[in-house]
Antibody, heavy 121, light 112 residues
Framework: EVQLVESGGGLVKPGRSLRLSCTAS????????MSWFRQAPGKGLEWVGF??????????EYAASVKGRFTISRDDSKSIAYLQMNSLKTEDTAVYYC????????????WGQGTLVTVSS | DIVMTQTPLSSPVTLGQPASISCRSS???????????LSWLQQRPGQPPRLLIY???NRFSGVPDRFSGSGAGTDFTLKISRVEAEDVGVYYC?????????FGQGTKLEIK
């Protein structure tokens, strides 16, 4: 069974940093791209970015709203994807979801339960 | 960025009756590889999103066959043949044809 578990969320002041983790199980982690999405309270879904598998260079793509502040990385030996968030703004407050994908069909087939990040002074 | 527009934003439906949600993109979602990367996701109250449909009309594993997707180019539709109580939630279309991936605003499905 595929499982994705996010951790690392919490309350942080504007301008500070936070690192989220996504621990995966139930599949060969290194074979897949991994993505992050977010959902502000009461709002819709927003794509944050993804990291390709090592077979595709392990390169990353980001939404314009986070590019230069957020960094996605992966540790295939531990089956963990990370989201390093720097220079946080109040508008980054959201539930952050880790997903598997995009797959070859450019879909995001499994989602974690999410972790809440609150940016407030 | 490609703008995704869903209609309606709210859909009250009687149990056992059909429901339909439309999604329109601001430009064609046909990728240079010939595929159209349009997905539908369901988010039940208090739950993370769940993939229902990918590449317009392909049901993901475990998704009931009362859910179906159709469309082409810039116009897409999600249909539920007979709404059940467990279908309550918000439905999103999403395009993954072009960076940056974008979603519709969401359609709230509720029971009358």
């Amino acid at each position: 069974e595929v499982q994705l578990v996010e951790s690392g969320g919490g309350l942080v002041k504007p301008g500070r940093s936070l690192r989220l983790s996504c621990t995966a199980s139930g599949f060969t982690f290194g074979d897949y791209a991994m993505s992050w999405f977010r959902q502000a309270p009461g709002k819709g879904l927003e794509w944050v970015g993804f990291i390709r598998s090592k077979a595709y260079g392990g390169t990353t793509e980001y939404a314009a709203s986070v590019k230069g502040r957020f960094t996605i990385s992966r540790d295939d030996s531990k089956s963990i994807a990370y989201l390093q968030m720097n220079s946080l703004k109040t508008e980054d407050t959201a539930v952050y979801y880790c997903t598997r994908g995009p797959s070859s069909s450019s879909s995001f087939d499994y989602w974690g339960q999410g972790t809440l990040v609150t940016v407030s002074s | 960025d490609i703008v995704m527009t869903q209609t309606p934003l709210s859909s009250p439906v009687t149990l056992g009756q059909p429901a339909s949600i439309s999604c329109r993109s601001s430009q064609s979602l046909v990728h240079s590889d010939g595929n159209t990367y349009l997905s539908w996701l369901q988010q039940r109250p208090g739950q993370p999103p769940r993939l229902l449909i990918y590449k317009i009309s392909n049901r993901f594993s475990g998704v009931p066959d009362r859910f179906s997707g159709s469309g082409a180019g810039t116009d897409f539709t999600l249909k539920i043949s007979r709404v059940e109580a467990e279908d309550v939630g918000v439905y999103y279309c999403m395009q993954a044809t072009q960076f940056r991936y974008t979603f519709g605003q969401g359609t709230k499905l509720e029971i009358k």
